[in-house]
């Protein structure tokens, strides 16, 4: 990822309500590629829902979040 969008998907985070949890708020402004890779990946390890990819988003710092985006 670009970073441009890098930059746009933090401020899309932080433009974010806060009563949600940062995994949420962190997943839901992924762009669409990522977040359909997120979704397939999801689906493989037979999941139904996003909600460990929720956790693993939660638990990153914002150091380990911009290197996340940096290699997706």
């Not at 977040?35 to 139904?48: D, F, M, T």
């Amino acid at each position: 990822m670009t970073t441009s969008t890098i930059t746009k998907t933090l401020a899309k985070v932080n433009a974010q309500p806060s009563e949600y949890s940062l995994g949420f708020r962190r997943l839901t402004v992924l762009p669409v590629r990522v977040r359909h890779n997120v979704n397939l990946a999801c689906v493989l390890k037979g999941q139904s829902t996003d909600n460990s990819m929720k956790e693993f988003l939660n638990n990153l710092t914002e150091q380990e979040f911009i290197n996340w985006l940096k290699v997706v």
